[in-house]
């Protein structure tokens, strides 16, 4: 197994004043060659967007792009068709493929919207643009990692053009966990959104992220209440 550690204080940090970012990668103005991706994943943005304010009409092509919000209410709209609410629970993926517009506005006129964003590279380019916004189970079992994302259009959660699988869950303190890959090529990167947890021997605590490549599989302590992302991807 090999491993590598991102503190969440190692991040890249950007303020605009109506937009605060944290950058795991390499992104906009932060640059760190060390920090270009981990396999086909290329941008974790920790965002948080002021009432009112977001990112206007801007486009993309050949990226799968996610967004999960935290907390607050997400506004979507695109050239495509699609307009409305991305809200805390709910996972949206949009395929840029030949080219899509979007925007992505805080919803809400008084709160703070917060949401990651997630892009990773595509297995075929030249698809066509597709959108899609799912709500997770808001009944998902504790204590185990739950899908959210996949390559498959028929297996649970959001999919794209990717040899890929998220997961999220919520573990109570002292439970103890193992994530078994889908594909041993691949590697997963543990994000924590919340709490402390243990993997082969590194301490991550909330927004503290951890590479795992070259296994079969690993195993997760909760040294006190978490919520985790993991993001399954080729390397």
């Known amino acids: 197994?090999?491993?590598?550690?991102?503190?969440?204080?190692?991040?890249?940090?950007?303020?605009?004043?109506?937009?605060?970012?944290?950058?795991t990668f390499s992104f906009a103005n932060y640059h760190n060659p060390?920090?270009?991706?981990?396999?086909?994943?290329?941008?974790?943005n920790d965002d948080q967007v002021i009432a009112g304010q977001g990112f206007g009409k801007h486009s993309h092509r050949d990226m799968e792009i996610i967004s999960i919000p935290l907390s607050g209410k997400l506004g979507h709209g695109d050239d495509i068709g699609n307009n409305g609410i991305i809200e805390t629970g709910e996972i949206q993926v949009m395929s840029?493929?030949?080219?899509?517009?979007?925007?992505?506005?805080?919803?809400?006129?008084?709160?703070?919207?917060?949401?990651?964003q997630i892009w990773v590279i595509p297995n075929k380019a030249g698809v066509?643009?597709?959108?899609?916004?799912l709500r997770m189970d808001e009944n998902m079992p504790h204590n185990t990692f739950n899908q959210v994302l996949s390559s498959?259009?028929?297996?649970?959660?959001?999919?794209?053009?990717?040899?890929?699988?998220?997961?999220?869950?919520?573990?109570?303190?002292?439970?103890?966990?193992?994530?078994?890959?889908?594909d041993v090529n691949n590697g997963v990167y543990v994000l924590v959104l919340e709490g402390q947890v243990t993997i082969?021997?590194?301490?991550?605590?909330?927004?503290?992220?951890?590479?795992?490549?070259?296994?079969?599989?690993?195993?997760?302590?909760?040294?006190?209440?978490?919520?985790?992302?993991?993001?399954e991807v080729p390397m």
């Open 1 to 23: 197994m090999k491993t590598i550690y991102h503190a969440a204080d190692s991040r890249g940090n950007a303020d605009h004043g109506w937009l605060k970012s944290r950058h």
């Open 34 to 44: 060390e920090r270009m991706g981990f396999g086909a994943l290329r941008v974790i």
């Open 96 to 116: 840029a493929g030949t080219g899509i517009t979007h925007s992505e506005m805080n919803a809400d006129n008084n709160e703070p919207v917060k949401f990651l």
């Open 128 to 133: 066509t643009p597709r959108y899609q916004q």
């Open 152 to 182: 498959n259009a028929d297996d649970a959660g959001v999919w794209i053009h990717q040899n890929a699988w998220f997961h999220m869950g919520r573990f109570d303190k002292g439970v103890t966990e193992t994530y078994e890959l889908k």
């Open 200 to 231: 082969n021997g590194s301490t991550l605590d909330t927004r503290d992220g951890l590479g795992i490549w070259n296994t079969k599989s690993f195993t997760m302590d909760a040294n006190a209440e978490a919520r985790v992302l993991l993001m």
